[in-house]
Structure formats: C-alpha cells, structure tokens
C-alpha cells in the first residue's frame, strides 16, 4: 500500500502562484507514473497534469497548459505541482494520485492510489 500526502494548499488572490508537494511512502516511487487531478465544488473530478518515471515526460490539461508544472524529485519521493496565474477558475480540492502505466495521453483509469487531495481556493 502506498500513502500519496499532499501539501501546499491554501488561499491565494488571482495572479498568484504556489506549489503543491506529494510525499509518497513507497521505495518504489520511481516506478510510478505520478498525477495530478482536482474537483472543484459541484463537479466531476478533472485531471490537470502527469510526470512519467524516470525521464520526466510531461501532459497537461488544455485548461492549465502554459501556467503549471509537475515535476519529480525521485530521491524524495516526491512530485511537486507548481501553479502561476491561478485563476478563480481554478479554484478546487488538488489530488495527487499514483498509476503504473504511461500512455501519454490524460486518464483517470488505471490509478492505484490516491491522496485526501489539498485545497486551492483563488479569490477574484
């Protein structure tokens, strides 16, 4: 079983920047793809980002594409969200969640764990 601890939550005016964290209890954390996925109130979860193992190959949602990065630290166990130019629009409880297989494409299928998600409120 591998425990996903999401951090880096909170509230922050529109134009405004922060980086999420998830630290991942597994030695094993190269050997998982690493997402992110968000569910604003009132609405279906969404994925926003995807990191592949080891060499770092990276997708995104249209919707953030340009303004967040994911990225890995594998010594750490560790995969990172930064967020710029948050949006109202953005506002959402941010999940991160593990799968084994890269497709290169954004999909919530094949995901084997999840976080309890953080959340991102931007105000206008």
């Known amino acids: 079983q591998v425990q996903l601890v999401e951090s880096g939550g909170g509230l922050v005016q529109a134009g405004g920047s922060l980086r999420l964290s998830c630290a991942a209890s597994?030695?094993?954390?190269?050997?998982?793809?690493m997402n992110w996925f968000r569910q604003a109130p009132g609405k279906e979860r969404e994925f926003v980002a995807a990191?592949?193992?080891?060499?770092?190959?990276?997708i995104y949602a249209d919707s953030v594409k340009g303004r967040f990065t994911i990225s890995r630290d594998n010594a750490k166990n560790t995969v990172y969200l930064q967020m710029n130019s948050l949006k109202p629009e953005d506002t959402a409880v941010y999940y991160c969640?593990?799968?084994?297989?890269?497709?290169?494409?954004?999909?919530?299928?094949?995901?084997?764990?999840w976080g309890k998600g953080t959340l991102i409120t931007v105000s206008s």
């Open positions: 969640a593990a799968k084994s297989d890269w497709t290169g494409e954004p999909s919530i299928v094949g995901i084997k764990y």
């Open positions: 990191i592949s193992w080891t060499r770092g190959s990276t």
């Open positions: 597994t030695r094993s954390f190269s050997s998982y793809v």
